[in-house]
């Protein structure tokens, strides 16, 4: 069963292009996340490529208790607003509680649940009750069909706003794998789906006190889930991912950018 198109402002998921979700893992400060917005939407402009901005205001589920974590949720609501009403672009940020779902919900055009929180209903309701577009991250620990439950639960709350993004599987200690069946029978299943090849390279925990990754596969995965079929990529981005304060090793460069939004471009139709 072919997913309805999802229309959210000036991109559409599900339907004839893929969509892309790109920004930096987390809001590092203001001048940085206000930079890496107007370049990567320069960047889309000139590509031709509908893109919703990403940013974290806060990673609660980082390895150490030393690791950065962003900025806060209002602080962090109110720069991404200004960011998408200024440049005119839609912007997500993850939620990890009902009350911080409130909060993002009043200007955030999608909210994403975090993948270890995929489950959990009252998270779901409040995002679901927000009336704006939920994208969950499947679990590592979730097989593709798992997915019907959770979206029986937004559903259920009102809401059939949401898409769910494919991150990787969990393949024994510290190590992901991406199995593409999974994005064909999340799809058949009737769900717009999204792959994220930045997350998918990950080797969680791999550095002891933090995660570690092959940020290099990421564009590699991404060819791939063009290939077999998706309605978007997410991919992180940063300016220099040696020096991000959150998953650099996961990170694509920016200048980087161009290249692998033509190319994926250029697979989608290839395909289609």
């Not at 939407?41 to 000139?46: D, L, M, N, S």
């Not at 839609?90 to 993948?115: C, F, N, R």
């Not at 220099?240 to 090793?249: E, F, K, M, Q």
Request: overall charge positive; charged content about 20%; proline content about 6%.
């Amino acid at each position: 069963m072919k997913p309805k198109p999802l229309k959210i402002r000036s991109v559409t998921i599900g339907g004839s292009e893929p969509a892309f979700i790109l920004g930096p893992c987390v809001i590092e400060s203001e001048k940085f996340v206000w930079r890496m917005a107007r370049r990567v939407a320069e960047i889309c402009q000139a590509e031709s490529v509908p893109f919703i901005f990403k940013a974290s205001y806060d990673k609660a589920n980082r390895t150490s208790v030393r690791s950065y974590r962003g900025i806060g949720v209002r602080e962090g609501c109110e720069l991404l607003a200004a960011i998408g009403a200024e440049l005119k672009i839609p912007v997500t940020t993850d939620v990890h509680s009902p009350a911080e779902a409130e909060i993002a919900g009043a200007t955030i055009d999608v909210l994403q649940i975090p993948a270890f929180l995929c489950r959990q209903t009252d998270l779901l309701r409040a995002a679901a009750e927000t009336g704006r577009v939920v994208n969950v991250k499947k679990g590592q620990f979730l097989a593709p069909w798992d997915v019907k439950n959770i979206a029986e639960k937004l559903s259920s709350f009102g809401n059939s706003k949401f898409v769910f993004t494919e991150r990787g599987t969990s393949f024994g200690y510290n190590n992901l794998v991406a199995d593409f069946r999974s994005l064909y029978w999340m799809r058949t299943a009737g769900y717009r789906v999204i792959f994220d090849a930045t997350h998918s390279v990950q080797r969680p925990g791999g550095a002891g006190d933090s995660t570690s990754g092959d940020g290099e596969l990421a564009p590699v995965l991404a060819r791939a889930a063009i290939a077999a079929g998706c309605d978007g990529i997410f991919m992180e981005v940063h300016e220099n991912p040696a020096r991000a304060l959150s998953d650099g090793p996961n990170q694509i460069p920016l200048k980087q950018l161009p290249k692998h939004l033509r190319m994926l471009k250029a697979i989608h139709a290839a395909v289609s």
